[in-house]
């Protein structure tokens, strides 16, 4: 049903008629949850896995699997991060194996680890200015160790090399405008990252769409959704939309990607016209 590997079939994506039309489904090795990313024609996994794949977006296709998680129990947790043609991930690891993670975009090969021990808490990460923001310790004692105080760190993007800690607990940090955004006890704080400021240096899911919606919703909720999509058990996965599909994980053990609106003439009445791409 779908011919996307021409330039001319993006915009046939945008005029099929069925909303959340099933464009493919990829049986994973492993159950997928929590947060994807996608860049460079790439859609990549593996939370809640010892397992990172890279997808196709176009297909599905597997190009990639990083297998190194089977040596220490990993659980690939939560966020990841795409910048530098670079993949940054969390992993859970058993003992003191848990680490910030660097993969290379293209191949699936660890670049380099550094130390990160966490329990399964839903910290997010973000990287800007070749370096990454996250928790290092939440000072928890899974799988029986010793308990690392409570530090907030910063890596080098490039190397791995921990940088500087900050003895708290900040859980979800924004980079914009050459500054670390975050909120803690009940305050909103702004650090300079020393750095000249850059629009937009950090994103998450899409590169293209950082988090950010011209979009102010729906206007009557009451009418219910435009259209639903039903997998083959619970979705705990935070979506990820680019270029006019969504991408989805589901507990059944499948990576979903569906058409997320449609363009037509006998529509275009109706429709927004954002940026060249027309949202009905």
């Not at 010892?50 to 296709?61: N, P």
């Not at 670079?86 to 293209?106: I, N, P, Q, V």
């Not at 950082?210 to 009451?222: K, Y």
Request: proline share 3%; net charge negative; with cysteine.
């Amino acid at each position: 049903k779908s011919t996307l590997s021409s330039s001319s079939a993006a915009s046939d994506v945008y005029k099929r008629q069925d909303n959340g039309e099933k464009l493919w489904e990829t049986d994973m090795p492993s159950l997928n949850g929590y947060m994807t990313c996608t860049a460079d024609g790439k859609l990549f996994v593996g939370c809640l896995s010892f397992y990172i794949h890279a997808l196709d977006v176009e297909t599905g296709e597997i190009i990639w699997q990083n297998k190194d998680g089977e040596a220490n129990r990993a659980f690939n947790s939560w966020c990841m991060n795409y910048a530098y043609g670079r993949l940054y991930c969390h992993d859970l690891g058993f003992g003191r194996t848990g680490a910030m993670k660097c993969l290379d975009g293209e191949t699936g090969k660890t670049l380099w680890a550094s130390t990160e021990l966490n329990n399964i808490g839903y910290y997010t990460t973000c990287v800007a200015d070749g370096k990454v923001y996250g928790m290092q310790s939440d000072g928890s004692t899974a799988t029986g160790r010793e308990a690392d105080p409570l530090m907030f760190g910063c890596w080098d993007a490039f190397t791995g090399e921990f940088l500087w800690g900050i003895e708290e607990s900040i859980t979800s940090p924004v980079i914009a405008y050459g500054c670390l955004y975050f909120t803690l006890n009940g305050h909103f704080y702004g650090l300079s990252t020393a750095v000249e400021p850059e629009d937009w240096a950090m994103w998450r899911g899409s590169i293209e769409t950082p988090g950010l919606t011209f979009s102010s919703g729906p206007l009557n909720l009451g009418d219910g959704p435009k259209w639903t999509f039903t997998t083959g058990s619970g979705v705990i996965s935070s979506p990820v939309v680019s270029q006019g599909k969504l991408y989805i994980n589901s507990n059944d053990g499948n990576t979903y990607c569906c058409l997320l609106y449609t363009s037509d003439a006998a529509d275009e009445e109706d429709s927004v016209d954002l940026g060249g791409r027309r949202i009905i």
